[in-house]
């Protein structure tokens, strides 16, 4: 696994004031993912030049009262592959999540799939 995505995990932006939860994945370095959402928020609320649509990592971080922590390390070989185990996390705390959308459509996962996936701590 010599590639970028070898060093992947997924990730979770909890807001202490509202409860949101947002669930994303990334490569690249937790406080680095951090800081690019928080570039698109100053876009969208227009405090930068640059302007950026709205996107569902927002709610969390909005009160400025939010937490960034790894739920799994997850070493893959693709996006596709990635964006299958984002999708599987978002499923399984889809009644949690402010995520509006999932990545990749992942049919024909039984209940029984998630079980193997760690449990969120609340307060991580």
Not at 39 to 68: P, T
Not at 85 to 90: A, G, H, K, V, Y
């Amino acid at each position: 696994m010599d590639n970028k995505y070898a060093k992947s995990y997924i990730y979770g932006i909890k807001c202490y004031t509202t409860g949101e939860l947002y669930i994303g994945s990334s490569y690249d370095d937790i406080k680095r993912r951090l800081s690019k959402h928080l570039v698109d928020l100053r876009g969208f609320l227009g405090i930068n030049k640059k302007h950026r649509n709205y996107r569902s990592s927002f709610e969390a971080l909005m009160n400025d009262n939010y937490k960034i922590f790894k739920l799994e390390d997850y070493p893959c070989n693709s996006k596709e592959e990635l964006e299958i185990r984002e999708s599987l996390w978002i499923q399984k705390y889809r009644n949690k999540v402010c995520n509006k959308r999932i990545p990749r459509k992942v049919n024909n996962v039984g209940e029984a799939f998630f079980t193997h996936l760690p449990l969120i701590c609340p307060c991580p």
